[in-house]
């Protein structure tokens, strides 16, 4: 089907033709969705024209208008306001995107590009459980994974797991000291969160010991440095990356014990990754590119060793690329990967989601990788979210007052039930079926809460307000889902056959139901620009002015009561069309839509 600006410029450029004699490049016409004061449905610019017509713009704008109105019978009227052709389809237009909407395949679905795209997302540390700021990260990594995946590109979904480093020998001393041999076996616990509990015990550890050492005359500063569990916990990655045993042994049970948790919540939350890299295979990748810097004369070397990139002619700053005992920093291992997957899958584009506070190290690691001539580096994308904030402020993981993304869902769920059998949603379902309706629920309020909001912007999450039934929340679409499959299964039960060849283009459409196949019509464009702005939140509002949209159609139009069976039908394939849409947008946001509430 041919897009409305498509259809508009095809025509214009005939009329243009059969009116003025010129040959009216389509690209040159500008055809834009007619704004809200105006009425029209699309509006032609007509400035750009005055060239061929030799006229004024209302006279040529009205010239235009009369041509398509006598020769178009997809116009039903037109309108000009200065130098603005505003044009009015007829119900035979929107008739036929109607009819093509109802028989597409897979509407929605843009054909394959060839582009390869990597999002990297989660990236969890090993010594702790998930918390609410890594289900924004999840929740975005694979909402924008499916809305590319849409948009026809080939995408691969990679975590890379922060499983080395001071963070997790804090954990291990700790349990080395407190643990007794205690497992997620003996405890009952998820293994992320025992590894996560000795991570608070040493932090709790550390406070004590400062506390002691400045009681002793000790500065803070320098009882912070030297608290002994600390020096120990220095040693013990020291041990590491010498490859003790013993200290390996130990990180190998207890990373084991933390992926087995990981694995439980991305389960829960419907996650999955193509590939899974671990930092501890990766820390080393670019030290090779570090030479290559020094060889390029880019790079520098102190006189203790270390390496540096100095980047205040950028405007940034210098940046530390190897210590002078020869390990790597964040940035070194960053440099390393990125070479390696571009090299290994010829991406077209690497997406890397994390938070807005890593703005300037992406800002850095792109500027260094053109220095080292990839001309990639402009492929690279920081997909920069704020922060998920609480009612009562920010969150910490040293002081264990994060909230944990298994907590978090298991309370969405009861609040779902609570919910839902206060407002006794349940329509006859027996206890496997409400439980799944509870978790769907729990679930849905949870990812659209967060995934509706711009990702660039801080938000404040509130469990209550988010499982509310009514408003720009995900548990309105999915009753509104169930709402209309109830409607089709009564037609059904009432032996009401409907088909996309039941869409009659004789049949009078009503100015809601034309405004219905508008919003319908939108759903692709949608999907092309959520994707170019790497923002999954303009499908989920596009969902909610959908589901809102049928409610308000439904309140004011008799579906079933409708007398007349080609009307019937045809309001039938009407809302099954939304049902299905409504499907496709929310399973882009990882939600599933029930089908009786």
Not at 175 to 202: I, Q
Not at 379 to 388: E, K, N, R
Request: proline share 3%; net charge negative; charged share 25%.
């Amino acid at each position: 089907m041919i897009k409305p600006e498509n259809f508009i410029t095809d025509r214009a450029s005939v009329a243009i033709n059969a009116l003025y004699g010129a040959d009216m490049d389509k690209s040159a016409l500008q055809v834009q969705v007619t704004r809200k004061e105006f009425e029209g449905d699309y509006t032609l610019v007509v400035f750009p024209l005055l060239k061929v017509s030799k006229s004024t713009p209302e006279n040529t704008g009205k010239a235009i208008g009369e041509w398509l109105m006598a020769n178009c019978p997809e116009i039903s009227a037109y309108n000009v306001v200065k130098g603005f052709l505003n044009i009015s389809f007829s119900t035979v237009y929107w008739n036929g995107i109607f009819s093509w909407i109802a028989s597409a395949e897979d509407f929605g679905q843009h054909e394959p590009t060839g582009k390869t795209i990597m999002v990297e997302f989660s990236s969890p540390n090993t010594n702790k459980p998930l918390h609410l700021g890594h289900i924004r990260n999840n929740l975005l990594g694979w909402s924008v994974s499916k809305l590319l995946e849409a948009n026809g590109h080939k995408v691969l979904k990679v975590n890379l797991v922060n499983d080395r480093g001071i963070h997790i020998c804090k954990s291990m001393l700790a349990w080395l000291k407190k643990g007794n041999g205690e497992t997620p076996e003996s405890s009952g616990k998820k293994g992320d969160h025992l590894v996560g509990d000795y991570y608070v015990a040493f932090n709790d550890m550390y406070k004590a010991e400062v506390d002691e050492l400045v009681a002793g005359g000790m500065s803070k500063e320098e009882a912070e440095k030297n608290a002994p569990s600390l020096k120990e916990a220095q040693e013990m990655l020291y041990r590491w990356e010498h490859g003790d045993k013993e200290v390996v042994d130990l990180w190998k049970k207890m990373n084991g014990w933390v992926y087995e948790g990981f694995d439980k919540t991305y389960s829960d939350l419907g996650i999955s990754f193509d590939r899974t890299y671990y930092e501890s295979q990766t820390y080393l990748f670019g030290k090779a590119l570090v030479q290559k810097g020094l060889d390029m004369g880019i790079f520098e070397r102190e006189t203790d060793g270390s390496v540096w990139c100095d980047l205040t002619a950028d405007g940034l700053d210098r940046k530390l690329l190897l210590r002078g005992d020869g390990t790597s920093v964040y940035i070194t291992q960053d440099l390393g990967t990125a070479e390696q997957r571009f090299e290994e899958y010829s991406l077209d584009e690497h997406i890397y989601v994390v938070g807005n506070e890593q703005n300037y190290h992406f800002q850095v690691l792109k500027l260094i990788l053109k220095k080292l001539g990839f001309a990639w580096a402009d492929s690279i994308y920081h997909l920069s979210y704020g922060m998920v904030e609480l009612p009562q402020g920010k969150m910490k993981s040293r002081e264990g007052t994060v909230v944990d993304a298994d907590d978090l869902i298991e309370k969405m769920y009861n609040t779902a039930k609570e919910t839902s059998l206060e407002l006794g949603k349940l329509e006859n379902m027996d206890e496997k079926e409400q439980d799944e309706l509870f978790r769907m629920i729990g679930l849905g309020a949870l990812k659209y809460f967060i995934i509706k909001v711009d990702p660039k912007k801080t938000m404040l999450f509130d469990p209550k307000e988010s499982i509310d039934f009514n408003g720009n929340t995900g548990p309105f679409i999915q009753y509104t889902h169930a709402r209309i499959k109830s409607i089709l299964r009564k037609a059904a039960a009432s032996g009401i056959g409907y088909g996309p060849e039941s869409v009659n283009p004789e049949v009078a459409l009503s100015p809601k139901e034309v405004r219905i196949i508008k919003i319908l019509n939108q759903f692709p464009d949608k999907i092309a620009e959520g994707g170019e702005a790497h923002s999954p939140a303009i499908i989920a509002n596009y969902a909610y002015d959908l589901a809102k949209e049928f409610n308000q159609y439904y309140h004011d139009t008799p579906v079933l009561k409708e007398e007349d069976r080609a009307l019937l039908c045809c309001r039938l394939v009407l809302v099954d069309c939304i049902a299905k849409v409504l499907v496709k947008a929310m399973s882009i946001l990882g939600i599933s839509l029930p089908e009786r509430m």
